[in-house]
């Protein structure tokens, strides 16, 4: 089906537009002018793509319906128009960039790192990319070494180690509540698929490093600037359980510091991540966090092959919608369509130099403000990471944890501290070199070379924000 419908774009690119053709299959009314281009997977993926596609259905949808608030725009026919890329192979991907761009795209939305190894082609078809997970930076026109760089990207990024602290501070906070169903012992682990340190390890750094926090404040002395803090978090553990009256520290089944550690199941097909999942099960893990892609699915699939009282936290997206409440606690959320419509926003703004009557962009008329040719980061837009609500996790949880919007002076406690953290991680701070590490295992060694680094290093730095 998506072949035949790749042909009908083709043959009638110039009779009719592309949108129409899935207008008369799906009943939308597609704008022409805004496409993504899946990263090979299909549009309703429950992921990456379904989200970029959502946000800019919904900046579409904001620009049609201007007097309608944004958020009703599934009750709207308008659509972002969308290509299915058939594979993740070069060729394909540069057949939907050119098929979008003889259908009338001036925007493309490029949801995944995948597309970095063909933005350069992309840039050189339409007026502006939206490049998710990436750098807009360095990317040569058409993909030639010679030609110029391209100026009409906006890189969106992600600090990750964000979103999986929030959700290590949920997950203990889930625990902690649920202390006589797992008898007390209260243990965690976490796994990725290969190292990346900006995609992948930054979230289980974020993750390990919010369960040391979270023991620090619960153990802290009633004297401590920590204290009122851990008295609101166990109200909030009361919430959900009133008949709980202490707070239990969080134990990690796998050793920061041995060089052998098994942290990796070192790939993201599925299947590969069951070994590793029996692995973390066998040492007790109650909750598993694995940033692995599909081996979400093993990790789950082990659970119920070993009859684990265990759930995991999901990645990137609200996993619980696909694997079920009943095994997902939470997920360390990418924002991506908060960010999509942001990013679509600024590029059909006066900020950009935009004329909305001509539908085009003079570059003389942009302002500081344009965000063409930067990458944007969550690091400047904390409304780009979180964490999932669910039944376990409420919003009443997600709100004392995190401020959802840009607007600083709602941030929580833990949101500045993730500021310090995420500066630590990335660039450093009070003179010290950056925490990340290509290799994760250095990474954790920056952590936790002895066993006051991460005290004198972070939580000085933390407890001047209480």
Same mark, same amino acid.
């Given at each position: ?18 949108? #129409? ?6 009943? !939308?009314? @597609?704008?022409? #002018? ?26 579409? @949808? ?19 128009? !969308? ?89 203990? +906070? ?7 169903? !797992? ?13 990346n340190p900006v995609a992948v390890s930054n979230y289980m750094w974020g993750f390990l490093v919010g369960i040391d926090l979270f023991n620090t404040i619960i153990n802290s002395s009633i004297n401590s600037k920590w204290n009122n803090l851990k008295h609101n978090i166990l109200k909030q553990v009361q919430n959900i359980n009133p008949k709980i009256t202490t707070l239990q520290s969080i134990v990690k ?100 130099? !935009? ?31 979180? +964490? ?38 990335? #660039?450093? +701070? ?9 290799? @994760? ?26």
């Open positions: 089906m998506k072949r035949i419908l790749q042909s009908l774009m083709m043959i009638s690119i110039i009779g009719t537009s592309v949108s #129409s053709v899935f207008a008369c299959i799906k009943k !939308y009314n @597609f704008d022409n #002018s805004i496409w993504v281009i899946t990263d090979g997977g299909t549009i309703n993926d429950l992921a990456f793509n379904q989200a970029a596609w959502e946000g800019a259905s919904k900046y579409v @949808f904001a620009q049609k319906k201007q007097t309608t608030p944004p958020q009703d725009w599934k009750n709207s026919n308008w659509r972002a128009s !969308y290509f299915e890329s058939v594979s993740q192979n070069p060729g394909d991907y540069k057949n939907a960039y050119i098929t979008s761009s003889i259908a009338g795209a001036k925007t493309l939305v490029l949801p995944g790192f995948n597309h970095g190894n063909t933005l350069g082609w992309a840039a050189g078809l339409v007026d502006n990319i939206i490049y998710i997970d990436g750098s807009s930076q360095n990317v040569h026109l058409n993909m030639d070494q010679k030609a110029p760089l391209a100026k009409n990207i906006i890189g969106i990024t992600y600090q990750a180690e964000a979103s999986g602290f929030y959700a290590s501070l949920a997950t203990s +906070i889930y625990l902690n509540a649920h202390q006589n169903e !797992y008898n007390g012992q209260l243990k965690v682990g976490s796994y990725g698929g290969m190292d089944v796998q050793n920061v510091l041995k060089q052998n550690e098994s942290w990796f199941s070192q790939s993201f097909q599925a299947g590969d991540g069951k070994i590793i999942s029996d692995e973390l099960l066998a040492r007790g893990a109650q909750i598993i966090f694995p940033v692995a892609g599909a081996q979400v699915q093993d990790t789950i699939n082990q659970i119920k092959v070993n009859k684990a009282n265990a759930k995991i936290v999901g990645v990137d997206t609200e996993q619980s919608k696909i694997y079920n409440e009943d095994y997902v606690v939470t997920s360390a959320l990418k924002q991506i369509a908060t960010s999509t419509f942001d990013a679509l926003k600024n590029i059909y703004s006066s900020e950009y130099g !935009y004329d909305a009557q001509n539908n085009i962009w003079d570059n003389t008329k942009q302002t500081n403000n344009c965000w063409i040719n930067t990458d944007q980061t969550s690091l400047d837009h904390p409304s780009w990471t979180g +964490i999932e609500t669910t039944k376990w996790v409420t919003q009443d949880l997600v709100d004392f944890l995190h401020n959802t919007t840009d607007n600083h002076s709602k941030d929580t406690l833990f949101d500045k501290m993730v500021k310090i953290l995420q500066y630590a991680y990335k #660039s450093g +701070i009070n003179n010290y070199p950056p925490i990340s590490a290509q290799n @994760f295992t250095n990474t954790l060694q920056n952590t936790y070379e002895t066993q006051t680094k991460l005290k004198a290093y972070l939580l000085a730095a933390i407890e001047k924000v209480l």
